[in-house]
């Protein structure tokens, strides 16, 4: 029997409000939100990753919707993934984009931690930080490149490409010598 990998998480404080539905096995997107480039890397992020992703996010300012948004995707990814049971675990991408190139490795772990080398708006450094943590993945990133756009969705994608190979289910064991990842 398939266990299904959907997760359904709502995040509202005093400065967001965040609902994001998430299915690691099914493709397509849906997401609301009133900052047209990080709207843009969540759909690139969805597309490239293959998930179907419906996400709405408002909050009082760029900071805490980017930040929010990371702590709720990233808690939507770590329950979608359940015990990681038959995934792949390891994923890793090169991506190219005009002038930028971004290389990614990424481990399903458990542990959530971020490295990244090279240079990217500060907003989206706390991005990726913050999603790693709460979605336990391991993930690091080199960026390089002349136009800040080109160098944050060359991570953007290459971040996507290597999770959509670490999610994959390849069998039914756990990829760990423990047992368990976490």
Do not use: W
């Given at each position: ?10 995040r ?12 690691l ?38 900071h ?110 756990v990829?760990s ?6």
């Amino acid at each position: 029997m398939r266990v299904l990998r959907k997760a359904v998480v709502r995040r509202k404080t005093g400065e967001v409000d965040i609902y994001i539905e998430l299915d690691l096995d099914s493709k397509g997107y849906t997401i609301e939100m009133d900052i047209p480039f990080f709207r843009h890397m969540l759909e690139t992020l969805a597309k490239h990753s293959n998930v179907s992703l419906t996400l709405r996010a408002f909050g009082d300012d760029e900071h805490h919707t980017i930040e929010d948004t990371a702590i709720a995707l990233g808690t939507a990814v770590a329950k979608a993934l359940g015990d990681k049971r038959g995934i792949r675990r390891f994923g890793q991408a090169i991506v190219p984009m005009d002038d930028a190139l971004a290389i990614c490795g990424l481990d399903l772990s458990g542990r959530g931690y971020f490295v990244i080398e090279g240079d990217i708006n500060e907003n989206y450094v706390h991005f990726f930080d913050t999603f790693c943590r709460n979605s336990g993945m391991n993930v690091h990133l080199i960026v390089k490149g002349q136009n800040m756009h080109h160098k944050i969705e060359a991570c953007f994608k290459a971040l996507a490409l290597a999770f959509r190979q670490a999610k994959e289910v390849i069998g039914e064991d756990v990829l760990s010598t423990k047992g368990v990842l976490d």
